[in-house]
């Protein structure tokens, strides 16, 4: 079976260095926010290239605690896309605020900053620019946005770890970063966990209170939660983001085998914006026959997945409760066409090959 993600096989590649990293661990006695998460947090914000990084429980509360240190709340808006994982949303929702949806651009999936300002109220706040698929939105028009405003730029960076804009890594461009480390992302824990950054002292300070109860001196000064970080998983990010740039760049092999091989079928291909390095979190073609493919390809032992298969504005959860703007054109109709092929460092080249012909094999 080809799996279109497979984070056991990550396992398996670095199997000695993380068990060696977990066993220290329990042998220790410093089971969460230790020196692991301390020494993570340094070894990550250098990696992005800012001055701070915080280690928190998840990447959906990533989200809101950047959010709540920005002090957005009840009566706000943040506007972000619809065409997102639905944690996006759901953190905004969170903290009381309302998102306000928009939709993407054709090419490249993510946010369409000429809605920006259709949207914008005296009550927006701030906008999430999500980075999916592993490459960038559109982050200029976006920040020069946020800057006329006066308003916050968040980057979900959840599906981008290590991408870059412009020569600099996403996450160092927006006020505040957000990241997932679920098992399946570029830098996946073997559980949950999340990771913030931001240049800003201040703010960084006050994710760090929020996520251990607003402590100050383990006194709560804000009205805080917890979003703690465990020592184990702390462990296990340390070694993989050593890794990190050589599984990128394995990625981005695979996705040019994918570009050369598949480019006479009658798919759309990723396309990837200029100046922008992606680190192919996905590989997302558009295809007329989505559902018959994936139901054969699954005869023939390869699993395709779907990102997503119902936008967030049209899940019973939002649906005629979420302010958008007044169509989500795009995002409706390549919800109905987008398929992730398999995509992770360890898949082979043979196993690739197999994926590209059984496409082939399907089209003739
Ligand atoms: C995975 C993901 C999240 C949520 O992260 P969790 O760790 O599952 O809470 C948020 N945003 C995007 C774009 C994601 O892909």
């Not at 002292?201 to 760090?208: E, F, N, Q």
């Not at 709560?220 to 740039?245: F, M, P, T």
């Amino acid at each position: 079976m080809i799996f279109f993600s497979n984070p056991s096989a990550q396992f398996k590649s670095y199997q000695s260095e993380i068990e060696e990293a977990v066993l220290s661990v329990m042998r220790g006695n410093r089971y969460i926010l230790g020196e692991q998460v301390e020494l993570l947090e340094k070894e990550f914000a250098k990696y992005i290239g800012v001055s701070n990084s915080i280690g928190v429980a998840n990447g959906t509360d990533s989200i809101e605690l950047a959010l709540r240190a920005l002090n957005i709340g009840s009566g706000d808006e943040v506007i972000t896309v619809s065409h997102t994982a639905v944690a996006t949303v759901a953190a905004i929702e969170s903290v009381g605020a309302s998102a306000v949806l928009v939709d993407i651009e054709p090419e490249f999936y993510t946010l369409n900053p000429k809605q920006l300002e259709m949207v914008y109220t005296n009550k927006t706040r701030a906008v999430i620019a999500v980075h999916l698929y592993g490459q960038s939105a559109d982050l200029d028009p976006i920040k020069s946005f946020c800057n006329e405003h006066s308003i916050n730029l968040i980057e979900d960076v959840s599906q981008a770890h290590g991408a870059l804009y412009k020569d600099r890594r996403l996450g160092s461009i927006g006020d505040i970063s957000c990241f997932s480390c679920y098992p399946t992302k570029n830098l996946g824990a073997i559980g949950d966990a999340g990771l913030i950054v931001t240049d800003d002292d201040a703010l960084a300070k006050r994710v760090k209170m929020l996520r251990e109860y607003g402590w100050n001196n383990r006194i709560s000064e804000y009205a805080g939660r917890n979003s703690r970080l465990d020592e184990i998983q702390a462990s296990i990010l340390r070694v993989k983001l050593k890794y990190l740039d050589q599984d990128n760049s394995r990625r981005r092999t695979l996705a040019e085998f994918y570009y050369s091989n598949l480019s006479d079928l009658p798919f759309i291909l990723p396309k990837i914006r200029k100046n922008v390095e992606s680190v192919f979190h996905l590989y997302v073609v558009q295809s007329e026959n989505r559902e018959s493919l994936i139901r054969s390809l699954a005869r023939e032992g390869i699993q395709l997945g779907v990102h997503y298969p119902l936008p967030v504005h049209l899940q019973p959860a939002y649906k005629d409760k979420i302010k958008k703007f007044e169509n989500l054109n795009v995002t409706e109709k390549i919800t109905q066409k987008i398929l992730s092929l398999p995509m992770y460092p360890e898949l082979s080249m043979e196993n690739a090959n197999k994926v590209v012909k059984k496409l082939k094999k399907y089209h003739n």
